[in-house]
């Protein structure tokens, strides 16, 4: 089980990525283009949203039966911190994560309530901008280039 959702959730990080990116680059056109907001421009912001959580269900499973995750914790205790490759996993993932898909539900909440096209744009703009910075910031690099 852990080896398919550690597959799952690192193949799964494209499609987040990919999507996110999509939506970012969509809401930055639209808010310079100054374009209506559309269907379709709602539909690729609600497609980043429902990866990015589905990405997190399976990020937080993973995190509980992960020797990287919780279990790091009690193997290694405040050790945890003091090495880079555990810390990245065992913290600093999961809450640069979180806080990415905070923004994302934000930025997506933000926009429904918004009746103006441009600052419909720009909500998404701005948040999704955030999110997905902090999505690259803390990506496990090195495995996925391994």
């Known amino acids: 089980m852990y080896t398919s959702l ?30 209506s907001f559309t269907a379709r421009d709602l539909r690729l912001t609600l497609w980043g949203l429902i990866a990015t959580h589905l990405q997190v269900v399976i990020g937080l499973i993973l995190y509980f039966i992960s020797p990287l995750g919780v ?12 090495d880079a490759t555990l810390r990245l996993f065992a913290v600093e993932h999961i809450l640069v994560m979180l806080l990415a898909v905070v923004f994302i539900t934000i930025g997506y909440s933000r926009q429904k309530r918004k009746t103006d096209d441009a600052a419909k744009f720009k909500q998404v703009a701005i948040f999704y901008t955030i999110a997905l910075v902090l999505i690259l910031s803390r990506l496990p690099w090195q495995q996925w280039c391994d």
């Open 6 to 35: 550690q597959f799952a959730h690192s193949y799964w990080a494209y499609a987040v990525l990919i999507l996110v990116t999509l939506a970012t680059l969509n809401a930055w056109r639209g808010s310079l283009g100054k374009q």
């Open 71 to 82: 279990k790091s914790f009690a193997a290694n205790g405040a050790q945890v911190m003091k």
